[in-house]
């Protein structure tokens, strides 16, 4: 299972950005995507994440501003990015919590991250 992310970029403060990510592989069941942010002291942070039941969760700086959206037939998932600050800048991960159809194993799987870089 391999998690692809796209649609970090630099942009000014107040400008819009959207983040992709599609879960390839033997997949037998998605059950959460999210997206994590890795900030200047290296910690990783939850942004947001939706279950594929439709439960969503929100870091607090993100509550307002960002939408999680996701089509889980698809193993995909958005991170719509709005109104954003120079402290929203970081490394943004995709995650997913997926059931490996080969091995029947429910892992956690991480993305290569994408930068995004907010400008004041």
């Known amino acids: 299972v391999q998690l692809q992310a796209s649609g970090g970029g630099l942009v000014k403060t107040g400008e819009s950005l959207r983040l992709s990510c599609t879960a390839s592989g033997d997949i037998f069941s998605t059950w959460t995507m999210g997206w994590y942010r890795q900030g200047p002291r290296n910690q990783r942070e939850l942004v947001a994440r939706?279950?594929?039941?439709?439960?969503?969760t929100y870091a607090d700086s993100a509550k307002g501003r960002f939408t999680i959206l996701g089509d889980f037939a698809s193993d995909t998932a958005w991170l719509q990015m709005n109104a954003l600050r120079p402290d929203d800048t970081g490394v943004y991960y995709c995650?997913?919590?997926?059931?490996?159809?080969?091995?029947?194993?429910?892992?956690?799987?991480w993305g290569k991250g994408t930068q995004v870089t907010v400008s004041s």
């Open positions: 995650w997913a919590d997926i059931t490996d159809a080969d091995t029947d194993y429910r892992n956690d799987y």
């Open positions: 939706l279950t594929s039941g439709g439960l969503t």
